[in-house]
C-alpha cells in the first residue's frame, strides 16, 4: 500500500518568508509525528499528534512553528519568518501502533 | 534528560562477516525499541523492532534486548556491500515520539 508521502520534497525559500510542509500519512494511521534532522545532527522531535489533537508539541523550538492536522489525516507543518537555522530535512511519521513510519522527508534550505 | 547512546562508527566490517550494533538508552520507562536504516540522502527505514527481553530474528536481522542493562543491539549476519549505511536506535514509550541516537554508519567491503 502507499507510504507516507510529504511535499514538497525540496524547498528554497529566503530568510524571512513563511513556508508550509505537508505530510499524507498512511491510510488508517490515527498517530502522526514531526521530526527535523540537520545536517550531522540526529533525529529532533517537533510535534506529536493523535487524530486532530496535539498532545505533545514540545519539541517546536520557537513560536515560529506550528502544526494543524484536520480530518484526521493531512498535517501541515508551518515555519514562520523562517531563518538560516531552519535549514534541515522535515520528516513525517505516522504510527497505527508502536511502530513509526517515515516520509520521504522535506530538504528546507533557507537563504 | 533521555538519551540514547551509539557508537558513531564508522564500523567496517568484510562482506559476509557480522555486524554488531549496539545502544544503551537512559529512560528505564522505555516500552518499545527500534532500529531504523538510513542511507545517505534517504529518510530512515524500520527493519527492526522489539519489545521484549531477549532475541527477536528477521532474515539475516537478529535484535537484542537487554532491558536490565538498558541495552539494545543489532546483528547483521552474511553482511552485504548494499547494508552499508547508518543504522539508527530509537526507543519510546507508548504513544509517544522516539528518542534516537546519533547513529553508526555501517561500512561493509567486498
Known amino acids: 500500500g502507499a507510504g507516507v508521502s510529504q511535499s514538497p520534497s525540496n524547498k528554497v525559500t529566503e530568510k524571512g518568508k513563511d513556508v508550509e510542509l505537508r505530510c499524507d500519512p498512511i491510510s488508517g494511521h490515527t498517530a502522526l509525528y514531526w521530526y527535523r534532522q540537520s545536517l550531522g545532527q540526529g533525529l529532533e522531535f517537533l510535534i506529536y499528534f493523535q487524530g486532530n489533537s496535539a498532545p505533545d508539541k514540545s519539541g517546536l523550538p520557537s513560536d515560529r512553528f506550528s502544526a494543524e492536522r484536520t480530518g484526521g489525516s493531512v498535517s501541515t507543518l508551518t515555519i514562520q519568518r523562517t531563518q538560516q537555522e531552519d535549514s534541515a530535512v522535515y520528516l513525517c511519521?505516522?504510527?497505527?501502533?508502536?511502530?513509526?513510519?517515515f516520509g520521504p522527508g522535506t530538504r528546507l534550505t533557507v537563504t | 534528560q533521555k538519551e540514547v547512546e551509539q557508537n558513531s562508527g564508522p564500523l567496517s566490517v568484510p562482506e559476509g562477516a557480522i555486524a554488531s550494533l549496539n545502544c544503551t538508552y537512559s529512560d528505564r520507562g522505555s516500552q518499545s525499541f527500534f532500529w531504523y536504516r538510513q542511507y545517505s540522502g534517504k529518510s530512515p527505514e524500520l527493519i527492526m523492532f522489539?519489545?521484549?527481553?531477549g532475541d527477536k530474528e528477521d532474515g539475516r536481522f537478529t535484535a537484542q534486548l537487554n532491558k536490565a542493562s538498558q541495552y539494545v543491539s543489532l546483528l547483521i549476519r552474511d553482511s552485504q556491500p548494499s547494508d552499508s549505511a547508518t543504522y539508527l536506535c530509537?526507543?519510546?514509550?507508548?504513544?509517544?515520539?522516539?528518542?534516537f541516537g546519533k547513529g553508526t554508519t555501517l561500512s561493509v567491503s567486498s
Open positions: 511519521a505516522s504510527s497505527s501502533a508502536h511502530e513509526q513510519y
Open positions: 522489539i519489545y521484549s527481553n
Open positions: 530509537a526507543v519510546n514509550q507508548a504513544g509517544t515520539a522516539l528518542i
